[in-house]
């Protein structure tokens, strides 16, 4: 069974290894140094974080609502959040277009207030949160989940308001979660590619993020499309790394801050 488990490892981490193999730190240092590579990753890192604030935002009280409620009905919802995840992105940025393209679902009513939505840097930001999201709010749900309802009575008690009780007892109980579920959010909004190819188009300094600089640097340098891949990987091992970090940080000052109040 180890050696099975060994060879599962091994072939996840050669891609990983061939990627950081492939080019010498002078050769990274000058590919990165393409025209194409910083507007992407400065329209990447503008969308995502638009993408982040958003799904935070709006997926907390809906991951709360989800959390909490005991409705029959309220059980399709979950479901219906979570398709994201397992419908290809390709299909998503189809079904965007369907939904706000020029001839759309909606498209005839949101032309009455400004142009059109594809192919824009707003197309961008759509397609990371539709794709992005479902990772926060199932991450978030399980979190608060976990909250004790005791707990919630007890500081209602106290005179604490609904907005209140869990501003200062759900959301820190549930801190770890909502952490892990941001941090997955932003690394697969970031990684987007399908999507936003589709809905928003690969046009350079306006919707072209950096999954989609390396697909337009592969027909020219494949150095500069190795490179763009580098910057992505160790951005999402930082953003995994940094999750971890800070979930273990916060779980041992939570088991910390107990021992001191029992003593």
């Known amino acids: 069974m180890v050696a099975l488990g060994s060879g599962l490892f091994i072939f996840l981490l050669l891609p990983i290894a061939a990627l950081f193999l492939a080019s010498s730190p ?22 995502t974080c638009f993408s982040l604030a958003i799904i935070v ?37 189809i ?42 709010v199932q991450s978030a749900t399980t979190g608060f989940r976990s909250v004790d309802e ?3 009575l007890v500081a209602r008690t106290l005179g604490a308001s609904p907005v209140g009780a869990f501003l200062r007892v759900a959301v820190p ?25 589709l809905f928003a188009g690969n046009f350079p300094g306006r919707t072209q993020t950096m999954p989609l600089s390396i697909y337009s640097a592969l027909h020219s340098d494949i150095r500069v499309a190795t490179a763009i891949a580098i910057v992505l ?27 001191g109040t029992r003593t």
């Open 95 to 136: 079904a965007l277009l369907l939904a706000f393209g020029r001839h759309g679902l909606l498209g005839p009513f949101l032309s009455n207030f400004g142009p059109s939505i594809p192919f824009t840097s707003v197309a961008v930001i759509m397609a990371q949160v539709l794709v992005a999201a479902p990772f926060y």
């Open 173 to 197: 109980v549930a801190l770890p979660s909502l952490v892990g579920g941001a941090a997955l959010s932003w690394a697969r909004a970031i990684g987007e590619f399908g999507a936003t190819l």
């Open 57 to 93: 935002v709006t997926g907390t009280p809906l991951a709360w609502f989800l959390a909490r409620t005991h409705a029959r009905w309220a059980r399709i919802i979950e479901p219906v959040v979570e398709l994201p995840i397992v419908i290809p992105p390709a299909v998503m940025g």
């Open 233 to 259: 990987a160790i951005i999402a091992f930082a953003t995994l790394l940094a999750a971890r970090v800070g979930r273990n940080w916060f779980l041992y000052g939570t088991r910390t801050s107990g021992r």
């Open 150 to 152: 005791d707990l919630l």
């Open 26 to 47: 002078s050769e990274l240092w000058v590919a990165l140094q393409h025209p194409l590579v910083l507007p992407a990753l400065a329209l990447s890192a503008r969308t």
